[in-house]
Nanobody
């Protein structure tokens, strides 16, 4: 059974950093696309960053480019999201997801995702 489990959320002041981790189990993802989403209170899920299985391709939302880094460790079966220079608008529930298809085309479409973790909460205060 495919499972995703996030950790690493917490509270941080604006300008601070957090590192989120998504542990995957139950499958191998040689070509799958693992995506980190953020959902702020009362808003839709937004794609933040994605990595293609193998870790050779990464993708970022324009708003986080240069501040966030997504990385995949095939030995540990983890997909991490390093978030730097956070701002209050980036508070929300962060979840990792996999749509169980090859490649990261249109990776930000939450409705295409098949497997979701429960999420980890990030709170950024001014």
């Amino acid at each position: 059974q495919v499972q995703l489990l996030e950790s690493g959320g917490g509270s941080v002041r604006a300008g601070g950093s957090l590192r989120l981790s998504c542990v995957t189990s139950g499958y191998t993802y040689s070509t799958n696309c693992i995506v980190w989403f953020r959902q702020a209170s009362g808003k839709e899920r937004d794609g933040v960053a994605a990595v293609r299985g193998g870790g050779d391709e990464t993708f970022y939302a324009d708003s986080v480019e240069g501040r966030f880094t997504i990385s995949l460790d095939n030995r540990k079966n983890t997909v991490d999201l390093q978030m730097n220079s956070l701002n209050a608008e980036e508070s929300g529930m962060y979840s990792c997801a996999d749509r169980q298809t090859s490649g990261c085309f249109e990776w930000g479409r939450a409705n295409d995702m098949v497997v979701w973790g429960k999420g980890t909460l990030v709170t950024v205060s001014d």
